[in-house]
């Protein structure tokens, strides 16, 4: 090798080493994967929930998660957000955070973002207030009482709900909006707090077609930015999302691939879509 090509590597050597350096709070992505869960085992009054589960997200990627009732996708989701506290196995957010030593807040905070199937929103606010409230910012009351958006927030807000097809429903008191709509609220109020990671549970659940058809739009239009994890039935949903699927039975994964492969795998076939 040349001087020239030496020098050349020890540099490329240097930038390596530097690149992966860390800001305050930032996420360690370098190995490119957001979420990575390992031989988690959780059990209820001798009934495994999950057993020896592994799984790994990808930073960026969409994952379609389905299963039988019981197979342990709550539960999981549990894990990941800290409300349960696995009885074995590691659960880590990026390369170094070890998600089973966080609180909840810790975890929230860390950027991971949780939708349940059912759409907790502010109903005798406008919509434009529900996502004013949803965005990080400092949440003491005196601030919170007192403050007035900058230009460049009132901008984030109106951002959001164009981005969540709401900006003709900006003054609209949230109550008054369909069942879709408070689900993309809900949705917006979650990315109004910048999470890296969303888990998402059955959110077409109640969806008229069109509305479903447009949270489909809505969810390829996130990933790369954000990763999602979305627990579903709708296998017309899930076709539309593409990418992944993770099938989960009794507690563990049963099979991966696209939509067509798990669909034509036969214990796939046996223990959830034949039924």
Not at 21 to 27: I, N, T
Not at 244 to 269: C, F, M, P, S, W
Request: charge should be negative; include cysteine.
């Amino acid at each position: 090798m040349s001087l020239h090509s030496s020098e050349a590597s020890q540099q490329w050597d240097d930038q390596a080493a530097t690149s992966h350096v860390l800001k305050p709070g930032e996420l360690d992505l370098s190995h490119k994967v957001i979420l990575y869960l390992e031989d988690i085992s959780v059990s209820f009054d001798g009934f495994k929930a999950l057993n020896n589960l592994s799984l790994t997200i990808d930073a960026g990627e969409l994952r379609c998660i389905i299963g039988p009732n019981g197979a342990g996708k709550t539960t999981m989701m549990d894990v990941i957000t800290g409300k349960t506290r696995p009885e074995s196995g590691s659960a880590f957010f990026g390369q170094t955070l070890d998600l089973t030593r966080l609180s909840e807040p810790e975890i929230a905070h860390a950027g991971i973002g949780r939708k349940f199937q059912k759409p907790t929103i502010f109903e005798s606010h406008s919509v434009f207030e529900n996502l004013e409230l949803a965005m990080k910012t400092d949440k003491r009351v005196r601030r919170s009482l007192f403050a007035v958006l900058a230009d460049g927030q009132r901008d984030r807000v109106a951002d959001m709900l164009r981005q969540i097809r709401l900006a003709e429903q900006a003054e609209r008191p949230a109550g008054l909006l369909s069942h879709g709509q408070k689900q993309w609220l809900e949705i917006g109020m979650l990315l109004m707090q910048e999470p890296k990671l969303l888990l998402l549970d059955e959110p077409v659940a109640g969806m008229t077609d069109d509305e479903t058809e447009r949270t489909g739009e809505l969810f390829k239009s996130l990933a790369g930015k954000h990763s999602l994890v979305v627990v579903e039935h709708d296998m017309a949903f899930i076709e539309q999302l593409g990418g992944k699927v993770t099938v989960l039975h009794e507690g563990a994964v049963l099979a991966e691939g696209d939509l067509a492969t798990v669909q034509n795998d036969q214990r796939v076939i046996e223990v959830y879509l034949g039924r």
